[in-house]
């Protein structure tokens, strides 16, 4: 497998071509349509801040991985202020 696919996206091809060459390996395959590990990516990306030197269409790499993982917008905590008291 290059090094170079690394940086991008890979097709079922090029999943079933790693596997074969490290079959000790535990690649996974996308869960886009859901599932727990995609709920997992989500709640773990939501937190992650804003880059500094967003690409020229003002995204960051984790604003299109989420888009990728269908993440959604990411949803704000609200704070409360609580009074010493209780």
């Known amino acids: 497998m290059a090094k170079e696919k690394l940086a ?7 999943r079933n071509q790693y596997r074969r060459e490290n079959p000790k390996s535990n690649l996974k395959d ?5 599932g727990s590990r995609k709920d997992n990516y989500c ?3 939501a937190g992650i ?4 030197n967003p690409d020229k269409n003002g ?3 984790n ?5 990728k993982w269908n993440c959604g917008k990411k ?3 609200l704070r409360t202020k609580r009074n010493k008291n209780g």
Do not use: M, N
């Open 8 to 14: 991008t996206s890979w097709t079922q091809a090029d």
């Open 30 to 34: 996308p869960q886009p349509e859901g």
């Open 43 to 45: 709640a773990r990306s």
């Open 59 to 61: 995204d960051c790499p």
């Open 75 to 77: 949803k704000t905590k």
């Open 49 to 52: 801040k804003k880059c500094k």
């Open 63 to 67: 604003d299109i991985a989420r888009r």
